[in-house]
């Protein structure tokens, strides 16, 4: 315990500073400029609502991260539990409380921002499984009183989530919450067993999907046949990012977005507008910097001395790589239209603040990469 307090107490302000991982930190930096100017474009060229709401929130929330990574990690580690607990609430808040919009109902009215507590939960579920499994061994892993506790603070949330309803949070929660499982040590048969169980009930769960949420599956089989209705998103998008070519139409010269043709898409759809305007290179330009926060993550991981910094910083790593992998497969038209924003491209202040959040944990373990967590 000493020990441990002197590592902490001995840390200058200048040893914080040249602790931090400033690749990552550029990294997040140019990628959000180049949101800016996504935002910018999706506004025809000036500076309306869009691009003067996402200046702000991204210049408010990389602020935030920067004061979240001077936070102890041991900070993070105790109040974990909660943390999430706060985020189960709000999401509780939402269900009695919550703002109803295009049939849904996913926000709480702050007055000063309309909050998704669904987006906050994807950390916060990273974070308590995270703990959890921090102080059990490898042999108490996968006896059944150890499962009972991580099943229950995963599935409540998603289903809170899915009555909103809006499944494709739902299961990007889930997905986040399996990872830290599976990185921990529960072994594949209570994965097959989870999967096989999935399966069996699916009809069951078809049963209660919305219209829209039914049609949207139908659209991804077979978007032709509703081109003008529940099929048009995925097709303009597709012609949107085909005609972008190798090196797309220039900056604000795409048709797709200046026609109208592409909806949303300052928010999920925003990987299309941008790919329209600067075709296959800027696509992969932006591939390499989501590779290289991914990778910076992972090395964080690496060098923090603590089973939780380890924990949290992989799973939120491949948490983070899967949401952008299934944006991306979205307006490609690989996965059913699910709703899911690219991080901080995408236009939403909830979505931008859960994954600051995020990164300024995973900021947090680097810094204090030798402080053990107890």
């Known amino acids: 315990m000493y020990k441990s307090r002197s590592i902490q107490s001995s840390l200058t302000l200048r040893d914080k500073i040249f602790s931090i991982d400033f690749i990552l930190v550029f990294a997040i930096l140019i990628l959000g400029l180049i949101s800016i100017l996504a935002m910018y474009s999706t506004d025809g060229g000036e500076f309306k609502y869009h691009t003067q709401s996402h200046i702000i929130r991204f210049s408010v929330f990389f602020i935030m991260f920067f004061v979240i990574s001077f936070i102890q990690i041991r900070f993070w580690h105790s109040q974990s539990y909660i943390f999430y607990i706060l985020f189960f609430i709000l999401l509780l808040g939402v269900k009695y409380f919550g703002l109803t919009s295009s049939g849904s109902k996913r926000w709480l009215d702050l007055y000063f921002m309309n909050l998704q507590p669904s987006e906050l939960m994807k950390v916060g579920l990273i974070l308590f499984l995270s703990k959890y499994y921090h102080r059990i061994s490898i042999e108490n892993i996968n006896k059944v009183r150890f499962l009972f506790l991580p099943v229950v603070v995963l599935i409540a949330p998603i289903i809170l989530v899915a009555t909103q309803p809006d499944l494709g949070t739902a299961l990007l929660i889930a997905a986040g919450g399996l990872v830290v499982a599976w990185l921990a040590g529960v072994r594949v048969k209570f994965f097959t067993i989870s999967a096989l169980a999935f399966i069996a009930t699916l009809p069951i769960a078809i049963a209660f999907l919305k219209p829209y949420q039914k049609s949207r599956i139908l659209t991804f089989l077979n978007p032709e046949r509703d081109p003008l209705g529940a099929g048009y998103q995925i097709i303009q998008s597709k012609i949107a990012i085909g005609s972008g070519g190798l090196f797309g139409k220039g900056f604000l010269q795409g048709s797709q ?37 991914v990778w910076r993550i992972v090395q964080i991981g690496n060098v923090t001395r603590s089973n939780f910094g380890k924990l949290y910083c992989y799973s939120f790593a491949t948490a983070f790589f899967i949401y952008v992998v299934v944006n991306m497969m979205m307006v490609l038209g690989l996965l059913p239209i699910v709703g899911s924003p690219l991080p901080i491209m995408s236009y939403g ?14 900021m947090s373990c680097k810094i204090y990469k030798d402080t053990p967590v107890n």
């Open 257 to 293: 977005s200046y026609l109208d043709y592409l909806p949303e898409k300052h928010t999920d759809f925003i990987f299309t507008l941008f790919s329209e305007e600067f075709g296959f290179f800027g696509s992969l330009f932006i591939l390499i910097l989501y590779a290289i926060i």
């Open 349 to 362: 202040g909830s979505s931008m603040m859960a994954i600051m959040l995020g990164l300024g944990i995973a």
